[in-house]
């Protein structure tokens, strides 16, 4: 057993490029394929991913490091305040976690031009754009998530995940057929009965990715259970969290409006964790999880193994689901194209985001990036870096 211990704690150890080749070569086997070709697809992976998707978390954490850190969220509180006071913007932002979202951008610019200057000017830049953005999104967040009186300023996907999942509705509306398939689950529940509660699809779900990957009996079954629960549950979770959340959003919305008359509009910008109640935003995260793994292992010169961008999923359908109104067909299209770019972008920016998380003090491996890494801010950011120096 400690043989078996030792072992397995040298194989982790070795990182993503090893482990990934040995995963590979053994569902390979499974597959059924010969073992030369197991080991050449092997090898193959493990070349292919170079770089390292460390997720969105030690990303945030990075950012923190950064020396003008402490002094955005007091800037950026007080600049709303003041926008919001002259009634140059409806949304007042309480989230104030999701400032690691203009941090991550102000971070990376400020390692890669080495000034602090540039880099608190681009973070307290993102944080008054996210308020302009909230009050264009808030009808239609309000309208399709039922969460009257707010809106979402997770700046990553209300500034980049949103405007291309609208890019692509737009681009369907031209393609004869497609445009036509209007999938929700709403009509589908309609149409299929029991067949469509959420945790019949589920179920239905969950066995058929066991089935696909050759799962045994005894892996199926919990799989199918378990993504069951999360269609049933998550809502659930979700409507505690607004009961956490609301009281502050609602006092907050006092306050001001004390300030300004009661009958001055307000929206309190929130995370888009807010809007993972939908059904529709669990069905398509559970369906483009896979497919972007393949898409990942299929498609070439895609240099990371999307670890990082598969936690993102569920919070990037907050915004694919809304942008097409909950058809389920064309989330699950934007969703995966979504990711598509982002693998690359992300292959792309990853040495600007090592020197970044160098700078941070995060151990790494050989190179590392994030989804949140590939905004269009950071690509611009890292592109003028590599033109200027």
Known sequence: ME??????????????????????????LVFRMKPGAAIKSGITVGIGFTVADIGWPAVGAAAWVAPFAALVIPVGIVLNLILVRLKLTKT??????????????????YFVFDSFIIGFSVAV?????????????????????????????????????LPFAWVVNKIIDYIPGLNKLDVDLNSVQKRLGVFGEPAIIGIIVGALLGVLTKQAITTIVPMAMGVAGVMVLLPKVVGVLMEGLNPIGKSAKEIMQKQMGKDAELNIGMDCALALG????????VITIPLTMLC?????????????????IIYMTTMTVMVSN??????IISTLLFCVVVMYLGGYVAPGATQFLAGAGVGLQGQGTDFVLTGPWEILTYWLSTVLH
């Open 278 to 285: 939908d059904p529709a935003t669990v069905t398509v995260t």
């Open 296 to 312: 990942a292992l299929v498609l070439p010169d895609i240099k990371i193994f999307p670890i990082g961008v598969l936690m993102s």
């Open 125 to 161: 830049a993102l944080s008054i754009a996210a308020l302009f953005i909230g009050d264009l999104i808030a009808p239609r967040w309000q309208k399709y998530y039922g969460l009257e009186g707010t809106t979402c300023t997770t700046m990553i996907h209300i500034g980049w995940t």
């Open 92 to 109: 007042l932002n309480v989230d104030i976690w999701n400032y690691m979202h203009f941090l991550v951008p102000g971070a990376l610019a």
């Open 326 to 331: 909950g058809n389920v067909v064309r989330s």
């Open 3 to 28: 043989m078996l211990k030792n072992l397995m704690e040298t194989i982790t150890g070795m990182g993503a490029t090893a482990i990934l080749p040995l995963v590979i070569f053994i569902l390979g």
